[in-house]
């Protein structure tokens, strides 16, 4: 079966680093991203992880371990328009499709 | 080029209508998905297009949605009978295939009310 879990929210302050876990159990796995959706938009892409290791880009990291079924996302120096909702997806063998977890929806206050 | 273009952007209907939603991908992605969105959930896969063959379903998607993507450009989503459940936003996405590493590229959803 496919299952992804993250948290449902989480609170941080401005100027803070926020991590974001995901755990998963897909059938297949061809690589793992992190998607950033602000309340009543479309989720944007931010990251991909197909190998074990550390992405980083700008403020945003992401790490995959592949043997623990574990991802997560790491938000540095916080800012008030990160509050939105962060989904970890999972891409199925073959890349057809892509999973996504419920996501955890990040407040930052002041 | 301007993403991925859905229209409407909202749709109000009654129970037992028909609906259709259009989606316009990039224009040079080959790859067009159909997802469903509800409130506090993710996007939940509805199907799947490489250019213009449908190469995966959701058992989620009963008889009455159909997708099409003629010619492998826009695609639509057709809803029949339409129930107070398939309240959501549809979300239509598009990417490059096989290539996976830049992820799709979401429009701004069809936001469906069934009253």
């Known amino acids: 079966g496919q299952n992804i879990d993250q948290p449902t929210e989480m609170t941080a302050t401005e100027g803070a680093i926020v991590q974001i876990n995901c755990t998963y159990q897909t059938s297949g796995f061809n690589g793992l991203f992190w998607y950033q959706q602000h309340a009543g938009e479309a989720p944007t892409f931010l990251s991909y992880?197909?190998?074990?290791g550390l992405e980083e880009k700008g403020r945003f990291s992401s790490f995959l371990s592949r043997s623990k079924g574990y991802s997560y996302l790491l938000l540095k120096e916080l800012q008030m328009k990160d509050s939105a909702s962060y989904l970890c997806?999972?891409?199925?063998?073959?890349?057809?499709?892509?999973?996504f977890g419920a996501g955890t929806r990040l407040f930052v206050k002041a | 080029d301007t993403g991925v273009s859905q229209d409407p952007r909202h749709k109000i209907t009654k129970r037992g209508q028909n609906v259709t939603f259009r989606c316009d991908p990039i224009s040079e992605h080959n790859r067009l998905y159909w997802y469903r969105q509800t409130l506090g959930q993710g996007p939940e896969f509805l199907t799947y297009f490489q250019n213009e063959a449908q190469l995966e379903k959701s058992r989620l998607l009963s008889d009455r949605f159909s997708a099409e993507r003629p010619k492998g450009s826009f695609s639509t989503l057709e809803i029949q009978r339409t129930e107070q459940g398939d309240s959501a936003m549809y979300l239509c996405?598009?990417?490059?295939?096989?290539?996976?590493?830049?992820?799709?590229?979401f429009g701004s959803g069809t936001r469906l009310t069934v009253v």
């Open positions: 992880n197909v190998l074990d």
């Open positions: 997806a999972v891409s199925d063998t073959g890349g057809f499709k892509t999973i």
């Open positions: 996405a598009s990417s490059l295939g096989p290539g996976q590493s830049v992820g799709y590229t």
